[in-house]
C-alpha cells in the first residue's frame, strides 16, 4: 500500500498548508499595536526572559524595523543565553519597533519617514522609542535603565547613528549593522564631527559597527548597476573610515566588525547575534571562549 500524502500541494503551492497544521509562533513572545501621540500606529514585539529578573531588572535591546530583525534576534539570544559561560550572553527584555503589516519586513515608506532626519522624522521616532515605547517594557517587566541598546540595520543603522550623535544619553550601547553612511551626501558626517568635538570622552557609551565584507564592490571594471550602487555607497570604507576616527577620538568606545562572504541582507543574521554579546558581555569580563 502507497502512504497517504499528509500535504497536498495546491496550485500556488500555499492553499493546501493553510489548512494543514497550525500557525507557528514564537513562544512567550508578545506583540502590542499602539498608535503614538503623532498618530502614527506602531506594533511592539516583546520577548521577555522567563528567568527570574536579576536585582537590577533586565537590560533591554531595542530593534527597529522589528518585523524583520526581531525574529532572527530572539531566536538567537535563546540559544546564545542557554551557554553564557560560553556566550557571555545573558537573559535580556528583547524589543522590535515595527509596524502593523504581518507580510512586509521592511516597511519601506514608513521606515523612511521614521529612520531618516528628513523633516525631523528621526528625532520624532526617537521621541516614541524613548518616551512611550520603552516605558511601556518598563511597566510590564523589571528593567536596568543603565544597560538598554538600541539596533538597527542600513537605513537603521544610519538611524543608530543619528541617536548616538545626537542624544547618546539615551542607550548605553549602540548598534549600527551595515550604516547607510551615504545616504544624502554623507550628511551624518556632520552630526558625527559635531559628536566629536564634545567636551571629554564618554567610554561608558559602547558603539558596534558591522557590515558584510561583499556590501562595497571591489571591481572597478564591473559596470553594472548593481556594483555601480555599491561603489558610490563606500559601505565598508565609509563604516572603515568613521569606526577609525571614533577610536581614535578616545571619546566613545567603538567596534568595528566585517563579516567576510556576507552582502547586506545575509550580514543581518551574523550582525544580530554579535550585537546581543556586544550589548549583554560585561565590559570588564574577558572574552569568552569555546568549549
Not at 534576534?73 to 551557554?83: F, T
Not at 557571555?88 to 514608513?110: E, K, M, N, Q, S
Amino acid at each position: 500500500m502507497q502512504p497517504v500524502p499528509l500535504v497536498h500541494r495546491g496550485d500556488d503551492g500555499h492553499s493546501a498548508l493553510a489548512s494543514f497544521g497550525s500557525p507557528f509562533l514564537l513562544p512567550n513572545a508578545r506583540q502590542l499595536d499602539v498608535i503614538s501621540k503623532q498618530g502614527q500606529e506602531y506594533r511592539i514585539l516583546i520577548d521577555i526572559p522567563s528567568h527570574p529578573a536579576p536585582a537590577t531588572g533586565f537590560p533591554v535591546i531595542c530593534m527597529v524595523d522589528g518585523n524583520a530583525l526581531f525574529p532572527s534576534a530572539v531566536a538567537a539570544a535563546r540559544l546564545q543565553r542557554g551557554r553564557p559561560e560560553v556566550t557571555g550572553v545573558t537573559p535580556a527584555i528583547l524589543v522590535g519597533i515595527g509596524y502593523p503589516d504581518d507580510d512586509v519586513l521592511f516597511h519601506d515608506g514608513r521606515r523612511r519617514q521614521d529612520l531618516l532626519p528628513d523633516r525631523g522624522g528621526a528625532d520624532r521616532f526617537l521621541d516614541f522609542i524613548a518616551h512611550e515605547a520603552m516605558p511601556v517594557i518598563a511597566s510590564i517587566a523589571p528593567v536596568d535603565c543603565r544597560r538598554q541598546s538600541l539596533v538597527g540595520h542600513s537605513l537603521g543603522g544610519l538611524f543608530v547613528l543619528h541617536a548616538l550623535f545626537t542624544r547618546s544619553v539615551l542607550f548605553r550601547s549602540y548598534v549600527a549593522g551595515s550604516p547607510s553612511i551615504w545616504w544624502n551626501e554623507c550628511e551624518i558626517l556632520s552630526k558625527e564631527a559635531a559628536f566629536r568635538s564634545k567636551g571629554p570622552g564618554a567610554m561608558d557609551r559602547h558603539l558596534l559597527i558591522a557590515v558584510g565584507g561583499e556590501e562595497q564592490s571591489p571591481d572597478p571594471e564591473d559596470l553594472s548597476d548593481r556594483a555601480r550602487r555599491l561603489r558610490m555607497a563606500r559601505m565598508l570604507d565609509n563604516a572603515s573610515e568613521m569606526a577609525e576616527r571614533l577610536t581614535t577620538s578616545g571619546h566613545i568606545s567603538c567596534q568595528y566588525v566585517v563579516f567576510d562572504g556576507e552582502n547586506h541582507i545575509s550580514v543581518v543574521p551574523a550582525m544580530l547575534a554579535r550585537a546581543l554579546a556586544f550589548s549583554l558581555r560585561d565590559a570588564t569580563a574577558p572574552e569568552k571562549g569555546t568549549p
